[in-house]
């Protein structure tokens, strides 16, 4: 199972920072088959980034994926009010699909 | 627009079974597989297997191999999951989300809204 660490924990910013959340892999992750997810308190998960770098559809250009093999990153660029919750990476390059633990970006 | 909704909150002891459904709408419910995913309380989500609508083969995770079933009715687009032989670590919230391509491995990009289930003697 590839396990995926997921830091910073928390991340306390203001808006209009830059945000930047890494996930790494236990192991190579094939294909850069990783996802992106924004979670808000009592809501689904939303997709944000497939494929490591490609941007679901209607997802604002200030989010960016990048990375391959073990090392993987989320950038917003320009953080609006709305930005803030809990991000989880997600791979799907192998079984079982696993998830990071997380990191929260919360109003500094 | 696309619409996964899920069955409501569910009670139930130690050992027994829960079956969870997902009704689809908004897209041909046979051209997505469709995944099922669990969240405790303050954790990140665990994934549990697919189901592939049309033809109805399926997809688990080791983890719930034994324990978990999943199946779909065409005539109500609709998609089911039974996890059997229930323990208290399974409380949880469970989520069916679609996959973004038809492909096994694939992220996911509309989800239900989730079914709470309690498992408490």
């Known amino acids: 199972e590839i396990v995926l660490t997921q830091s910073p924990a928390t991340l306390s910013l203001s808006p209009g920072d830059r945000a930047t959340l890494s996930c790494g892999a236990s192991?190579?992750?094939?294909?850069?088959?990783l996802a992106w997810y924004q979670q808000k308190p009592g809501l689904a998960p939303r997709l944000l980034i497939y494929?490591?770098?490609s941007r679901a559809t209607g997802i604002p250009d200030r989010f960016s994926g990048s990375g391959s093999g073990t090392d993987f990153t989320l950038t917003i660029s320009r953080l609006e009010p709305e930005d803030f919750g809990v991000y989880y990476c997600?791979?799907?390059?192998?079984?079982?699909?696993?998830f990071g633990g997380g990191t929260k970006v919360e109003i500094k | 627009q696309v619409q996964l909704v899920q069955s409501g909150a569910e009670v139930r002891k130690p050992g027994a079974s829960v079956k969870v459904s997902c009704k689809a709408s908004?897209?041909?419910?046979?051209?997505?597989?469709i995944y099922w995913v669990r969240q405790a309380p303050g954790q990140g989500p665990e994934w549990l297997g697919f189901?592939?609508?049309?033809?109805?083969?399926?997809f688990y995770s080791q983890k719930f191999q034994g324990r978990v079933a999943m199946t779909s009715d065409t005539s109500t687009t609709t998609v089911y999951m039974e996890l059997s032989s229930l323990k208290s670590e399974d409380t949880a919230l469970y989520y069916c989300?679609?996959?973004?391509?038809?492909?096994?491995?694939?992220?996911?990009?509309?989800w239900g809204q989730g079914t709470l289930v309690t498992v408490s003697s």
């Open positions: 908004g897209y041909t419910f046979i051209n997505s597989y």
């Open positions: 494929d490591a770098s």
């Open positions: 989300a679609r996959g973004l391509k038809l492909a096994a491995r694939t992220s996911f990009d509309f």
């Open positions: 189901i592939n609508p049309s033809g109805g083969s399926t």
């Open positions: 192991r190579s992750v094939s294909a850069s088959f």
């Open positions: 997600q791979q799907y390059g192998s079984s079982p699909l696993t």
